[in-house]
């Protein structure tokens, strides 16, 4: 019998075998090249695809939640079938998880899909931290007590603590910035700025992936900006792909300046590097009236009992995409460690790769021992009724 | 020719409009929306389906997956009331968490970071420079003399007053 595990998330799902060594990262939609008409990319297809540009999505989530069944569902077709996963859904445990706060009517309509349509044999649903700090636990002899997750990813940012492997629901908290935001900002200020780039939302992320960092030193790195000629270190020309000599974009080198053959686009990268993935501390800079990662975590710990706090602060873990932005944990680590009380060592884990890292959790917890316990299997749902499914797994 | 004639400082007035606050809260609004945008422009295959030898997509992804009969049919009357919007979710969210008012725990409402007790920080709208003026017609920020005159020739009051 195998347990599949999927970490549905509304930018990218991570799916595998829980034997098997990495998952899959799949984009969670289904897209439209401008100069392929003649067919669509269904998730992971896009590898097929030449020309990224002009790409349009069809997201099924919306600010972070599943909404639109007809794409998930396309998606999840492929993902299962026989291009890929080869699933035998009567005899396969399936791990998925949810984002907090999850409506009811998701929840129902998930559980229906996934039992109904899929037929799944069992199934386990919960929030993608809670696997993450699974793993984190597993890293070591004796677990630590409590688990501070912070998980930034496409849509939001959800700061959440976990204390002997239980969520601490009342200090859960979400703030409104996540990876879509962020490249639609770059976008938005690179086409007001320079190049109208707004339909290449595909390009601008890998533009965002490849020159974006957080600053460590936000004011001091607005002054070098400032500057011209070399003493500006922050500057740097990226070079657009144009999907017939050059397909992906990539960051011309400071010193080839004499052998530029004027066919290619250019976009000069200056002090947008930093102060995109800025609006991840300060959403403020924008209009979006929320604190930002840090001044949150302290929030958080401010509604906990204070015996909590040290634990929390020693084991706080860094899940999802943007913590792949260079700079991002040093970030955290300088401002949480300024607003701490300075009794308490604060410690930030950063996992080799934290887009996988909640689907890694999943894939032990289907080891675990005490495993089959946790499912709800097909004849319990069906003896039972939606509404026992639904109370059995503790996700909203 | 008597309607011909303008007033020079009537046609100035109208272009130095300084915008209330309503309308830069609805104008500040529209922007945060737009930071949510799946796509900027409209689908690029929108007029293909008109063609008979384009695929119908939707029955074309059938072929992926492990299709059943079954399942096709269960497809084309998958309940109605899991069709919903983000926003009407949210609405219902609302107000469930308004009935149980009395009760503890949070909701997707509560849970949201609370605003930030520092202070704003600005930054010019064109440069993105800190910024330490403020355009007197809509309220965006901008850095310089040259700043504000690109503001004003590209974005202030010019889009979605």
């Known amino acids: 019998m195998a347990t599949l595990v ?101 929840q129902e309509a998930m559980t229906e899909v996934l039992f109904e349509e899929y037929q799944f044999k069992a199934l386990y649903r919960c929030n993608a931290p809670e696997l993450s700090q699974y793993r984190y636990k597993y890293r070591y ?118 052998e530029r053959k004027g066919e290619e686009q250019l976009i000069r990268m200056n002090n947008e590097r930093f102060a995109v993935p800025e609006l991840l501390f300060h959403p403020a800079d924008v209009g979006i009236q929320e604190m930002g990662i840090p001044e949150a975590v302290i929030h958080v710990l401010s509604k906990l009992d204070e015996e909590m706090r040290p634990h929390l602060l020693n084991n706080i873990v860094l899940t999802g995409g943007n913590c792949h932005l260079p700079g991002f944990q040093d970030r955290l680590y300088r401002d949480i460690r300024s607003l701490a009380s300075d009794e308490y060592d604060v410690n930030i884990f950063l996992p080799p790769n934290p887009i996988t890292y909640a689907w890694e959790g999943g894939c032990l917890l289907a080891q675990d021992p005490d495993f089959e316990n946790l499912v709800l299997t097909r004849q319990d749902y069906e003896e039972q009724g939606l509404s026992y499914a639904l109370e059995k797994f503790d996700v909203w | 020719m008597a309607d011909k004639r303008e007033s020079a400082r009537q046609k100035t007035a109208e272009q130095k409009r300084v915008l209330d606050d309503v309308s830069r809260r609805r104008r500040q609004r529209k922007v945060l929306e737009a930071l949510e945008f799946d796509n900027f422009s409209e689908d690029p295959h929108a007029d293909l389906k008109m063609s008979k030898k384009a695929p119908k997509f939707e029955e074309a992804m059938d072929v992926n997956g492990p299709s059943s009969k079954k399942r096709r049919k269960s497809r084309g009357d998958f309940k109605q009331r899991y069709r919903k919007t983000f926003a009407a979710l949210l609405e219902e969210e609302y107000l469930s968490s308004q009935q149980m008012v009395n009760r503890e725990g949070v909701t997707y409402f509560s849970a949201s970071a609370p605003p930030s ?40 009051l010019k889009w979605t007053a």
């Open chain 1, 141 to 258: 002899m004796e677990s630590p007590l409590c688990t501070l997750v912070i998980d930034s990813g496409y849509s939001f940012t959800h700061i959440v603590p976990y204390c002997k492997g239980k969520k601490l629901r009342d200090a859960v908290t979400r703030i409104n910035v996540g990876g879509k935001l962020l490249t639609n900002h770059l976008k938005e200020i690179i086409s007001y700025r320079q190049l109208m780039v707004m339909d290449e939302t595909c390009v601008v992320n890998q533009m965002k992936e490849d020159v974006c960092y957080v600053s460590s030193h936000f004011s001091q790195d607005m002054e070098l900006a400032r500057k011209k000629g070399p003493e500006n270190t922050i500057l740097r020309e990226y070079v657009l792909p144009d999907f017939s000599h050059i397909s992906r974009g990539y960051v011309r080198q400071k010193d080839d300046t004499t």
């Open chain 1, 6 to 106: 999927l970490d549905n998330g509304a930018g990218t799902a991570k799916v595998g075998y829980s034997t098997d060594k990495e998952p899959r990262i799949i984009p969670n939609c289904v897209m439209k090249a401008k100069n392929v008409r003649t067919r669509i990319f269904v998730g992971d297809q896009l590898e097929e695809c030449k020309d990224l540009s002009s790409l349009f999505y069809l997201l099924p989530f919306q600010k972070g939640y599943l909404v639109n069944w007809d794409i998930e569902r396309q998606v999840w077709d492929h993902m299962f079938g026989k291009d890929r996963y080869r699933v035998e859904f009567s005899d396969t445990n399936l791990i998925i998880t949810e984002p907090f706060f999850n409506f009811q009517s998701i």
């Open chain 2, 117 to 156: 007790p520092l202070p704003e920080r600005h930054f010019c709208a064109v440069c993105g420079f800190s910024s330490n003026y403020t355009c007197v017609q809509c309220g965006a920020r901008f850095c310089c003399i040259r700043c504000l005159g690109t503001h004003q020739d590209t974005r202030c």
